[in-house]
Each structure stands twice: as structure tokens, then as C-alpha cells.
């Protein structure tokens, strides 16, 4: 059946049996708790099939039942219809998209084709997650991604059974998301006038100006969106560093004391910015309102704060800052960074939220409700979980998707490093210095997408397809040790899913490299053999 992720458990039936096929007259019927996905069932499957697919008994049948965990789902197809069944809502949905895989690629299109038949064989099929927290990292603030792209994103994500979008809605290029009480986030903050074509070390220049935001009711509509599909959007905020774009929109956000802030435009250019947030009660009263305005945005029990690469040179010369370090009787600048973390920790936790940042926030002692995104390598996680913290673990070493996919010259703005598809799939996110205990505490996975090489949603989708898939399939299934996972089986599994992405119109890296209009000659990355990527 090719299904990825690969399910837990599936028993086909004999192939003599016949087909259950859908037709005009197939009935859908939604028992109590499952009508949210019943409306997203007939706005995917209805649109590709044109099958109106009434309420009413004869054809496909959703249910809940408590003896399944949460996420689990059971999904048998004999003669007479199909029936899927979940813990909750989410794993009927899960079901569901497992069903589009049964019913073909014509079934991810968005209106019926020539040609398309929808039989589905009689099967069963058991299946839950390995992991609660199955996310993806888009970085909206370097490339911004309109509206439109987000919601496209969030159905590839459903589709693949994922089910956590982190938005990095703030960095140095640019501020994403409109904060009512401070306009110039947005006015000032969400555009800059000029784009560094390739890495820092490039020499050139997009010279139109570059920018976007999200209203708030667009991310309603994009959390709204995510809710139906059992998304989790979990917004992030990055502070203290990577916060130009704040302040270049309110100069007093910076270290006044330092440099003349006036002067700081949006960055234009990439990499690790010295240009940091001053340590004040008017920096962390002015995110507090930030985040005010976004707790009623995001429903989201995470909170991501950010934490990393913050250079401390400005805080050094900075008699405010060291001020601040002497009234807070801390021993360094690395404490001082702790001490905004756990500002917000109590911060979040005092409005039924928890904070979560990357693995910087270790440095200087770490928050004790805070939960850490592992980035540099698995090193930060392990820490993270032997203290007893919850772990995202996405060690850019495995699942940075910026990086490159192979060592071909004509990878579109290599990063250096390769990261195949293989290397995705054999990615383990728990490693095995945990004991079972700690490893516990490793609550998912992620991939991120960071878009300084990528300035479209074509570019992201190079980027990340097919790795995402690979990726999909370890956050989701009962995978073996790396050495043992069966990689020739996933690659034979992915002929019959290369025929869904291009239902779905993703712009994938075909197997044999890039196409030529995927390319970017003449746009410097790094060497195969370089320094790892400033990001
Ligand atoms: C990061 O890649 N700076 C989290």
C-alpha cells in the first residue's frame, strides 16, 4: 500500500476480495466528536473525488472509541464500507489521511481529474504516533511566507501526519506578526530594503525591498486552519538576540548605552548580529505586551522564546547592563540571559503556558519549567532531559533542511554539510545515553526550515521535499535503530509518494537533483568542506 509514515500494524485482506469502491451515492457519517474532521474529509476527499459524500449510513463511518491512546486510529475497508476510528478526534483524523493515501494521488487534488477510480482495498490497519510532538520550523521572518503559503504548508503537514508548526516570527530581517500596541513593529519592522542573495559571504544583492506581515486575523485563520487539521501552531518570539527588527523599529529596545540605535536598520544581510536587546525592565515590560496580544492569538501550551545565539559584547560594555547584573547579584552575562528566560518562564507559567527555547537557554542555568528546542547537536537535549526539562530534539546535524542534499555543484545555494534523504530517514531522535526514564522526557521531534537561501515558497519546498517525508515517517512510526532501518523499503515506498506530492503541487528535489529552473548558478554557498553555515 506505500503508506507513509509506515503504520503500526496492518493486515490486508485477501486480494480475491473485492474492492470497496466510492461513488457518488458513498454516504459519510460523523459520530458526536468527529464532525470537524467529517468537514475536512469532504473539503479534501469531496473536492478530489466530487463526490458530495452526504451524512448518512452506507460508506464511510467515523467514530471515537476510549480504549485507543489519543492519537491512535483503526481504519478497516471490507465490502461494504470503510470505518475509521480514533482516540479522539485527532486520531480519526490521522486515519483520514491515511485513507487519501488508499484512495490514491488523484485524491490529493483539489478537483476530479480523467481517469481517477477510488477503490480501496480491504484492509485493516492499527496505528498511533511515536511521538506527541511531530513538528516543523518555518522561518517566516527571513523569507516571509503570505498567508496562503502557510495554510499550503499546514495541509502538507497534515498529510504527512504532523502536527506542530512552529512560526519563527521575529528575527534580525524582519517582524511578522502585527502587535497592535506597538505599530511599528509591523510598520517599520516588517520590511527591509534589501535582501543578501547567498550566504553573508555573497557578494550580491536583491535590491527590492523585501517584507510581509500577519494581521491578527490572519493568524486566527492560520490557527483556526491548523486546529481543523490537529495542528498546533507555536509562535516564536526571539529575544534577547536576533531582535533588529525590533530594534530598529523602537530604538530604546537596544543597548542605548552602546551604540546610537537610531541608526539600525532591518538587516539586510545574515549570520550571528551583536545588535542585541538591552537587559531593562522596559525591554521585558515591552515583550510582555507582546506576548499579551499573542497569548490570545495562540492557543498553544508552548511559548517559544528563542534564547539563541545572543553575542554578550554589547551587555559587556553596557554600564546599564552591568548594572543590572551587580542589583541582580548574578555572576556573568550568561546569568543575566537566564534571568530573562526565567522572567518569562514565571512569566508564561503564571498564564497556564510553558516556555520553550533553543538549547541556549541551558547557559547560565536553565528555567525550571522550560522545555528546549535541541539545536546544536543532541548535547543540549540530553542536558535538557537528564535535569528533568522536556526535549524537542531537531540537531541541526540531522534535520537542518536549509542544508545541502547532496555534494552535487549544482545544488541550489549549498550550504555545506550534506543531508540526504537517507541521512533524514536515519535520523533517531532519542539517543541512547538516555536512560528510559530521561529519554521520556524527549516529547518529539522536529525539522526546521530556515530561509535565508530560500525566498519562495518554491525554494521551500525544494528544501523541503522529500526530506520532510523521511522525516515524517521517524517522528510518526516504530522505527528500528538507524543501521537497521530498512532505508531500501522507504526509497521503494517513495515512488508511489513522489505521484502524491505532485498531486499536492509540491516542487520536491527529484532523486536524479535539481531541475534546471530548481538551480541557482552563479549564488555562493559555502564549500562542501567549509566551516558549518552561519544561520
Ligand atoms: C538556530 O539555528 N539559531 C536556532
Not at 524537542?392 to 533542511?401: A, I, K, Q, S
Request: glycine content about 8%.
Amino acid at each position: 500500500m506505500d503508506l507513509i509514515p509506515a503504520p503500526s500494524r496492518s493486515h490486508d485482506a485477501s486480494p480475491d476480495l473485492p474492492p470497496y469502491v466510492l461513488t457518488d451515492t458513498t454516504a459519510l457519517l460523523a459520530a458526536p466528536g468527529t464532525e470537524g474532521v467529517a468537514r475536512v474529509l469532504r473539503t479534501t476527499v469531496g473536492a478530489a473525488t466530487g463526490f458530495e459524500l452526504p451524512p448518512g449510513e452506507g460508506g464511510i463511518v467515523l467514530a471515537l472509541d476510549s480504549a485507543l491512546a489519543t492519537e491512535a486510529y483503526r481504519l478497516t475497508v471490507d465490502a461494504h464500507g470503510i470505518g475509521i476510528t480514533g482516540g479522539s478526534a485527532a486520531g480519526v483524523f490521522w486515519g483520514a489521511q491515511t485513507l487519501r493515501q488508499l484512495l490514491g494521488p488523484a485524491a490529493y487534488r483539489k478537483a476530479p481529474v480523467a481517469g481517477a477510480a477510488w477503490a480501496v482495498a480491504q484492509t485493516t490497519i492499527e496505528d498511533e504516533p511515536r511521538f506527541g510532538w511531530r513538528g516543523v520550523m518555518l522561518d517566516v521572518a527571513r523569507h516571509f511566507m503570505p498567508k496562503d503559503g502557510v495554510l499550503r504548508y499546514l495541509d502538507l503537514l497534515a498529510a504527512h501526519k504532523l502536527n506542530v508548526l512552529h512560526l519563527h516570527l521575529t528575527d534580525d530581517q524582519g517582524w511578522r506578526v502585527e502587535i497592535k500596541r506597538y505599530p511599528r513593529l509591523t510598520e517599520v519592522g516588517a520590511w527591509r530594503a534589501r535582501t543578501k542573495v547567498g550566504l553573508r559571504e555573497s557578494p550580491l544583492w536583491d535590491e527590492r525591498p523585501h517584507g510581509g506581515y500577519y494581521t491578527q486575523d490572519d493568524i486566527r485563520e492560520i490557527v483556526a486552519y491548523a486546529a481543523d487539521r490537529h495542528i498546533t501552531v507555536v509562535p516564536e518570539i526571539d529575544i534577547p538576540g536576533h531582535s533588529q527588527a525590533a530594534i530598529a523599529a523602537y530604538p530604546e529596545l537596544g543597548n542605548t548605552d552602546v551604540i546610537d540605535t537610531t541608526t539600525l536598520p532591518v538587516l539586510s544581510s545574515w549570520g550571528v548580529n551583536p545588535n542585541v536587546l538591552a537587559p531593562t525592565d522596559g525591554t521585558l515590560r515591552f515583550y510582555e505586551d507582546v506576548l499579551d496580544e499573542l497569548l490570545e492569538l495562540f492557543p498553544s501550551p508552548f511559548f517559544h522564546i528563542g534564547g539563541d545565539e545572543c553575542p554578550k559584547e554589547q551587555w559587556k560594555a553596557s554600564a546599564t547592563a552591568q548594572t543590572r547584573i551587580k542589583e541582580l547579584d548574578l555572576a556573568d552575562e550568561d546569568e543575566l540571559q537566564s534571568s530573562i528566560i526565567r522572567h518569562f518562564d514565571r512569566w508564561l507559567a503564571g498564564r497556564g503556558r510553558r516556555l520553550i527555547g533553543w538549547d541556549e537557554i541551558l547557559e547560565g542555568g536553565l528555567a525550571p519549567g522550560a522545555a528546549v528546542s535541541s539545536w546544536r547537536g543532541y548535547a543540549g537535549g540530553i542536558a535538557a532531559a537528564q535535569a528533568g526539562h522536556d526535549v524537542v530534539m531537531c540537531p541541526e546535524t540531522h534535520v537542518y533542511l536549509d542544508w545541502r542534499q547532496s555534494d552535487r555543484d549544482d545544488e541550489p545555494i549549498p550550504i555545506a554539510h550534506v543531508r540526504t534523504l537517507e541521512d533524514v530517514y536515519r535520523f533517531e531522535p532519542v539517543p541512547d545515553e538516555l536512560t528510559p526514564d530521561e529519554a521520556a522526557h524527549v516529547i518529539g521531534a522536529q525539522a526546521n526550515i530556515w530561509t535565508e537561501t530560500a525566498d519562495s515558497a518554491r525554494a521551500v519546498d525544494y528544501l523541503a521535499f522529500p526530506r520532510l517525508v523521511a522525516f515524517a515517517e521517524v517522528a510518526w512510526s516504530q522505527l528500528p535503530a538507524p543501521a537497521d532501518r530498512d532505508y531500501d523499503g522507504f526509497d521503494a515506498r517513495m515512488a508511489a509518494h513522489y505521484a502524491r506530492l505532485d498531486a499536492l503541487g509540491v516542487e520536491y528535489r527529484r532523486p536524479g537533483g535539481p531541475l534546471p529552473w530548481q538551480q541557482r548558478p552563479g549564488v555562493i554557498g559555502r564549500p562542501i568542506d567549509g566551516p558549518p553555515p552561519i544561520v
